[in-house]
């Protein structure tokens, strides 16, 4: 499946980061909006690697456990279960989201 995303796209998006480095811990993102508010938000080097779909894409992905952004599915339904579940009960949901989590082990 592919799912390209356009940066001239200004709909509805939900983004999920999951970005690890040496000593900082884990950092889970997961933010709602348009690419530019999103971006804004996270800035540059977070929005590289993040995943960003409409609602109607993460369904898809859903559907699809060989697609190569599923793992950041699962991220999505762990660390915020009420926007997924608003997610599969109205394929239109728009839903403000600013969710961060910051995990250490050490």
Known sequence: ????????????????IDYCATSEG?????????????????GDFLYAGA?????????????????????NLEILQSFAPMLWDAMNSNNGVNMDVDIEY???DS
């Open 1 to 16: 499946m592919n799912l390209p995303i356009s940066s001239e796209d200004d709909s509805f998006k939900i983004a999920v």
């Open 51 to 71: 995943s960003i779909y409409t609602v109607k894409q993460w369904l898809e992905i859903a559907n699809d456990k060989n697609f190569e952004g599923y793992i």
């Open 102 to 104: 910051h995990l250490n």
């Open 26 to 42: 884990r950092h889970i993102y997961i933010k709602t909006g348009t690419n530019d508010y999103i971006k804004s938000n996270v």
